[in-house]
């Protein structure tokens, strides 16, 4: 059964930084898409960042430079490293996988809220 | 980066109407358009994917059309379970993106 558990959310200051995580099972994330997409309260879902089996990376222009999406094979894990973060930045994160584009498993979401 | 714009941002309806939601890139995405129907506290479901191909399992009151920069879905006898938010998805660049959505409500 496939599985995506995320981790790692809570509530920071501006300027600080967070790691979230997701944690696959029954399937692979080194042969997979695998992506962030986040929901800011009371709005819709924003495509944060993709990586590719290629290994190659993508990011929406209001996190580059400050978010990076990775993995871990070995422990079948992805990664959002989020640096510098803003009030701009308070959502539900969510992973999926995505097969031929579409989003065909989702996490159960993360919460991150950037506050004073 | 290829933006989604969806149009209207709230849809008002009865059951048992026809309604149509519309979605506009601003560049040519070809056909690889998805649509998504989200309700309150849960994952986003595919309804609709390349433009126009209903996924398995979906009702087919549901169908979606298009091409190119504008693409429509359309539901044709809204049934009680129906209401909810609805996004598009462009899957023709590297990095995806939605329309801000369209809630559908009574």
């Known amino acids: 059964e496939v599985q995506l558990v995320e981790s790692g959310g809570g509530l920071i200051q501006p300027g600080g930084s967070l790691r979230l995580s997701c944690a696959a099972s029954g399937f692979s994330v080194s042969n997979n898409y695998m992506s962030w997409v986040r929901q800011a309260p009371g709005s819709g879902l924003e495509w944060v960042s993709i990586l590719y089996s290629s290994g190659s990376t993508y990011y929406i222009d209001s996190v580059k430079g400050r978010f990076t999406i990775s993995r871990d094979n070995s422990r079948n894990t992805v990664y959002l490293q989020m640096n510098s973060l803003r009030a701009g930045d308070t959502a539900v994160y969510y992973c999926?996988?995505?097969?031929?584009?579409?989003?065909?498993?989702w996490g159960q979401g993360t919460v991150v809220t950037v506050s004073s | 980066d290829i933006r989604m714009t969806q149009s209207p941002s709230t849809l008002s309806a009865s059951v048992g109407d026809r309604v149509t939601i519309t979605c506009r890139a601003s560049?040519?995405?070809?056909?690889?358009l998805a649509w998504y129907q989200q309700k309150p506290g849960k994952a986003p479901k595919v309804l609709v994917s390349k433009a126009s191909n209903l996924e398995s399992g979906v009702p087919s009151r549901f169908s979606g059309s298009g091409s190119g920069t504008d693409f429509t879905l359309t539901i044709s006898s809204l049934q009680p379970d129906d209401f909810a938010t609805y996004y598009c998805?462009?899957?023709?660049?590297?990095?995806?993106?939605f329309g801000q959505g369209t809630k559908l409500e009574i």
């Open positions: 999926a996988r995505s097969v031929n584009g579409i989003v065909d498993y």
């Open positions: 560049q040519s995405v070809s056909i690889w």
């Open positions: 998805q462009q899957y023709h660049t590297y990095l995806y993106s």
